[in-house]
């Protein structure tokens, strides 16, 4: 079964300074989807931003960009420009489509962020 | 368009009772499921749904209970609560026939079993 690990259980960044999440994640598909979501404390889950395996470059939602690494299976979410805003759960999800129905998610990041 | 609605935004419960959280989506996806969420846990896939009809299993079924009669609705069945059903309870959809494999959440359900 595919897993994803998300290794930093919090992470802290001053506002307007840049931060990185990481997600590594185990598969032996070449086709599949990546994405990052961000829970703030509303609970709302929002799909921040997502990928595509076949594509190589790199996903950006403006602020956000990702570092997607195929070969060492790693999908890290960087936030520029942080905001107060920005301070939340994150969740990297892997998907296979025909393969399992539903993704399989890592446990989340919580990000702090200070003014 | 509402995307995925769920009732109600909290309830308490005690212990032995049953309710049944509603959970309802009008993108017309096919694909329905239900997490809960505990601190530290992350999500955790009780039971989803791949069409009207069609329900199976996620990791941690036991206590629960899921029927798919529509597109549209997928209802989460608590049969006989107990404490250690205390959580945060999402709805989600997507669909593989239009591409949308991102899933789409409802706003929750923070249930508390006393």
């Known amino acids: 079964a595919q897993t994803v690990t998300q290794s930093q259980p919090e992470m802290s960044v001053q506002e307007a300074e840049t931060v990185t999440l990481s997600c590594t994640y185990d598969?032996?598909?070449?086709?599949?989807?990546l994405f990052w979501y961000k829970q703030p404390p509303s609970r709302q889950m929002i799909l921040v931003i997502r990928?595509?395996?076949?594509?190589?470059q790199n996903a950006t939602e403006n602020r956000f960009s990702v570092n997607f690494q195929k070969a060492a299976k790693s999908f890290s979410l960087k936030i520029s420009d942080s905001q107060l805003g920005d301070a939340a759960m994150y969740f990297c999800?892997?998907?296979?489509?025909?393969?399992?129905?539903?993704?399989?998610f890592g446990r989340g990041t919580s990000l702090i962020v200070h003014p | 368009n509402a995307g995925v609605t769920q009732t109600p935004k909290f309830q308490v419960l005690k212990t032995g009772q049953s309710m049944t959280l509603q959970c309802a989506q009008d993108?017309?996806?096919?694909?329905m499921s239900w997490y809960r969420q505990d601190p530290g846990m992350g999500l955790r896939l009780i039971h989803y749904?791949?069409?009207?009809?069609?329900?199976d299993q996620g990791e941690v079924p036991n206590g629960y209970n899921v029927s798919r009669s529509t597109t549209e609705d997928f209802p989460l069945r608590l049969l006989s609560a107990a404490p250690s059903q205390t959580s945060v309870y999402f709805c989600?959809?997507?669909?593989?026939?239009?591409?949308?494999?991102?899933?789409?959440f409802g706003p929750g359900t923070r249930l508390t079993v006393t």
């Open positions: 598969t032996s598909e070449s086709d599949y989807y």
């Open positions: 990928q595509e395996a076949y594509k190589q």
């Open positions: 999800a892997y998907y296979k489509p025909g393969g399992s129905y539903i993704p399989t």
């Open positions: 989600a959809s997507s669909s593989q026939l239009a591409g949308v494999y991102e899933q789409y």
């Open positions: 993108m017309n996806h096919e694909y």
């Open positions: 749904s791949v069409g009207a009809g069609i329900t």
